[in-house]
């Protein structure tokens, strides 16, 4: 884990060319080649580049930040926003591991990332005490982002922590081991609130919220919130909620609007003031291997996440948001509206 002092001045690597990692770390001894190297790759940066969001000095964190993306409701967005939050953070030139804690495996298969029954995973770090830097892979197509896959073990862990030493922190240890440098660590958790997410909870900081504008929205998140208390009160001190994100937002309805300005009354400076609008690009973006930002750079969700993680960057040293290329987003998500995407 990084823990230097804070490397001011913009995400991208200082150092050109590739990097070399430390030997040992089971990954590759190079990162990826330079992403514009893909065509994908070329035409995500290409459109990042024409928003001047790369190179304009996002700050890096002073240490890694271990975000914890949970909601023990389905189907809200968890993955969708743990992978397109790292993708972005990581074409602003961040270096971004996600961690797939769910056995579902969404996250690693969202990324492209092989996680068939044989492939090294976060069980195997869980469960058999197997350094995480022996499962992590790099994601083809982004440069600086990795991927922990999960396979279908991992249902079975749950049950068999039970009976292990020191079971609600085993994340935490692996990650406190793993030494690649990282300013991000972002790990999608189960949509239940079991060992799997107390483990992700011990590990992290933070605790990221998406909440989908639906009628219920705010429906058993009273539950989550206690238990991320308790886990304050008895394992981990540093845990708080720092970032809800509103997701799927359907500019058409009322209710979305609706439901927004209640979280909004409900949990105040948390919620990101970047809305994530239910776009046909995110939803196809998985099916392709790929993130939304890979798979249609241009597009209103890939232009909502990356503000969305700008907005992230600049929160974690302190820095005032001011919501830039607003104009883009709001066309595009009248697009949205209109039926465009
Ligand atoms: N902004 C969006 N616009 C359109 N579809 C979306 C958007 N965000 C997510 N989806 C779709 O909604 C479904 C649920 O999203 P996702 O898998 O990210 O939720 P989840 O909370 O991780 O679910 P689970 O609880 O099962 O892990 C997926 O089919 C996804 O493609
Ligand atoms: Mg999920």
Redesign the pocket.
């Given at each position: 884990m990084r823990s230097d002092a804070n490397i001011a001045g913009p995400m991208t690597d200082p150092v050109p060319g590739p990097r070399t990692e430390s030997v040992g770390d089971g990954v590759s001894r190079e990162t990826p080649p330079p992403m514009d190297d893909t065509p994908i790759g070329r035409a995500a940066q290409l459109a990042v580049e024409a928003l001047g969001r790369a190179g304009e000095g996002l700050p890096r964190p002073d240490r890694t930040r271990v975000m914890v993306v949970a909601?023990q409701k389905?189907?809200?967005?968890?993955?969708?926003?743990t992978v397109n939050l790292a993708a972005s953070l990581a074409l602003h030139g961040a270096r971004v591991l996600v961690v797939d804690l769910?056995p579902?495996g969404?996250a690693s298969t969202a990324l492209g990332i092989d996680h068939h029954s044989d492939v090294p995973s976060i069980y195997d770090v869980l469960v058999e005490s197997r350094p995480l830097s022996e499962v992590v892979q790099p994601v083809p197509d982004v440069e600086g982002l990795f991927c922990a896959p999960a396979t279908i073990d991992l249902a079975g862990a749950e049950i068999e922590l039970v009976s292990l030493v020191a079971r609600e922190s085993r994340l935490q240890r692996a990650i406190q081991a793993y030494e690649q440098p990282l300013d991000y660590i972002l790990i999608?958790c189960?949509?239940s609130l079991g060992l799997l997410t107390v483990n992700a909870m011990v590990a992290g900081a933070e605790v990221l919220i998406?909440i989908q504008c639906e009628y219920y929205a705010l429906e058993g998140l009273g539950q989550l919130l206690r238990n991320v208390d308790l886990v304050r009160g008895h394992l981990n001190p540093d845990l708080h909620v720092s970032t809800i994100l509103l997701?799927?937002y359907d500019g058409r309805t009322r209710l979305a609007s609706q439901v927004a300005e209640e979280v909004r009354t409900h949990f105040g400076k948390e919620v990101l003031r970047t809305s994530?609008?239910?776009?046909?690009r995110?939803?196809e973006a998985?099916s392709y291997g790929q993130t939304v930002l890979t798979y249609d750079p241009g597009s209103s969700?890939s232009l909502s996440y990356l503000e969305a993680a700008r907005e992230i960057a600049l929160r974690g040293v302190g820095v005032h948001y001011e919501a830039q290329h607003a104009h883009a987003i709001q066309n595009s998500q009248q697009n949205v509206s209109e039926g465009i995407q």
């Open positions: 909601n389905g189907g809200v967005g968890k993955t969708t926003t769910d579902q969404n999608d189960p949509p998406p997701t799927m994530i609008p239910r776009s046909v995110i939803s998985p969700g």
